[in-house]
């Protein structure tokens, strides 16, 4: 496959290296409104530098990887879903959940594979932890926990523009808990500012709790914060009838010390570059196999609506500070 990248920034180069280390793509054509940033990674890859409009109509460029700024991201799938293409896009859809919509109403029936681009549903051990709750190994699941703290806060100008903490980092937890457990039924979130008073000054939070409950009882918590001194925390437990499942974090090594003065191990690895190389692998890897299968993508623009949706539950349900119903309106296009 032929693929075009948007995008030259720190994601786009991850999945630049993705798409060359899979057999069945090859990036030809990069494109930045930064043009030494796509110069510099074009060059790197043996890629053309080409403007949207030259992709768009290139009727050889099989697919379009969109890992540019958020704002560009639903103007950039309508593009190229007129264009024809194989669509892979960056979280999220767009900031408006009505916008998204919009998104999502225009890729109704559309023909060619569009995925969105919820790398942790790719991670080895979430995805194991999946498999062994469909396969029954913890009986009737009841109870789901998600921990995910960053290390350290972004820089300010870019929480500004980030459309708040549920929108841009819990996201990524709304999702894992829809594709552990399904949509839920309610959202009621809490948050405060504790790490970072300037994000508070931004009208945004940096620590938060969101509680989801299921139509058949089940309970799902999520916990974020944008700092953890000790590096990327990012955990799920799932509690079932016939047991527990969880995934712990990745360790700098593997080294556990034990001494008369206690047991100590490594740091988790840094932050999510680290963390997550190999799920963007394999993200990109079975967004390749559904374009030549032809089978169903794993991350879909409803999975981009739904997660969108939670965060504009959770946002209502801080100000409100009720509880906030999960209805069909909410999530369909
Ligand atoms: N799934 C994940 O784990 C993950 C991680 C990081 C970022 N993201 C998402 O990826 C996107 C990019 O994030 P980033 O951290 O790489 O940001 P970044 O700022 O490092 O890179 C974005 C790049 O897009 C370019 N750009 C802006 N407008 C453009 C346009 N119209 N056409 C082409 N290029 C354009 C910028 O010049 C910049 O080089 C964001 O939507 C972010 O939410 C997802």
Redesign the pocket.
């Known amino acids: 496959m032929k693929i075009a990248l ?7 180069q991850v999945h630049a290296a993705s798409i060359a280390r899979n057999a069945d793509s090859d990036l030809v054509a990069v ?4 043009e030494s ?1 796509a110069k510099d990674l074009a060059k790197s890859h043996g890629a053309a530098v080409l403007s ?1 409009k030259e992709i768009l109509s290139d009727p050889s460029i099989d697919a379009m990887l969109i ?4 704002n ?2 639903s103007d950039l799938i309508e593009a190229g879903i007129a264009a024809g293409k194989a669509i892979f896009c ?3 859809i767009d900031l408006s959940l009505e916008r998204a919509k919009q998104v999502g109403a225009a890729a109704q029936g559309y023909a060619k594979p569009i995925m969105m ?1 919820f ?1 942790r549903r790719f991670d080895p051990n979430f995805a194991a932890l999946k498999a062994g709750i469909d396969q029954g190994d913890i009986g009737k699941t009841e109870m789901l926990a998600v921990t995910s703290y960053d290390p350290t806060p972004p820089p300010i100008d870019y929480i500004k523009v980030s459309g708040g903490l549920y929108r841009d980092m819990m996201i990524h937890d709304f999702d894992m808990c829809s594709f552990l457990f399904g949509m839920p039924a309610t959202v009621t979130a809490h948050g405060s500012c504790l790490v970072d008073s300037d994000i508070g000054k931004a009208g945004d939070i940096d620590t938060a709790v969101v509680v989801l409950t299921y139509a058949d009882g089940r309970i799902a918590t999520i916990r974020n914060s944008r700092r953890a001194a000790f590096g990327y925390d990012q955990r799920v437990e799932v509690l079932g009838s016939d047991g527990m499942l969880s995934v712990e974090n990745e360790t700098e090594n593997q080294l556990r010390r034990a001494t008369a003065d206690g047991i100590t191990s490594a740091k988790p690895v840094y932050f ?1 570059l680290e963390r ?1 190389m190999r799920a963007y692998e394999i993200e990109w890897a079975a967004f390749v196999e559904s374009c030549k299968a032809g089978t169903p993508v794993p991350a879909t623009i409803q999975d981009g609506i739904n997660a969108l949706a939670l965060a504009e539950a959770a946002n209502q349900s801080l100000s409100t500070g009720q509880s906030v119903e999960v209805t069909p309106e909410l999530t369909s296009a």
């Not at 948007?6 to 786009?12: C, D, S, T, V």
């Not at 890992?67 to 958020?70: C, M």
């Open positions: 948007f995008g030259a920034g720190r994601i786009g494109t930045d409104v930064v940033a949207p890992a540019s700024s958020t560009t991201h960056e979280k999220p681009g790398n999510f997550y």
